[in-house]
């Protein structure tokens, strides 16, 4: 089983930045290397893709709406995925959840992740 705890949501302004943490615990492993994802779920709204990272940290994929603007990265032996949000806009104002899944490549399917966070708001002001 593995657990994801998420950090660094809040509220800023538009146009402004942060950077969403997600640190990954194992009982049975000390590394957590498989590929890994962030989504978001606005009030009223279904779950939706943002970005997505393979194994390695080479391969990424964003939803357009962030492309150009959020930076997925990890750092795997601090077995931590980061997304960096710049020139924060309110309509992505949400809940950010992170995501792990059992496999070595990204994916934008929320289907295809076995673990989820708690989530962290972020709020973006206009």
């Known amino acids: 089983q593995v657990q994801l705890v998420e950090s660094g949501g809040g509220l800023v302004q538009a146009g402004g930045s942060l950077r969403l943490s997600c640190v990954a615990s194992?009982?049975?492993?000390?590394?957590?290397?498989?590929?890994m994802g962030w989504f978001r779920q606005a009030p009223g709204k279904e779950y939706e893709f943002v970005a997505t990272i393979d194994w390695s940290g080479i391969n990424t994929d964003y939803t357009n709406s962030v492309r150009g603007r959020f930076t997925i990265s990890r750092d795997n032996d601090r077995n931590t995925v980061y997304l960096q949000m710049n020139m924060l806009k309110p309509e992505d104002t949400a809940v950010y959840y992170c995501?792990?899944?059992?496999?070595?490549?990204?994916?934008?399917?929320?289907?295809?992740?076995?673990?989820w966070g708690q989530g962290t708001q972020v709020t973006v002001s206009s």
């Open positions: 194992s009982r049975t492993s000390t590394n957590y290397n498989y590929a």
């Open positions: 995501a792990g899944r059992n496999q070595y490549g990204y994916s934008r399917l929320d289907s295809d992740y076995s673990y």
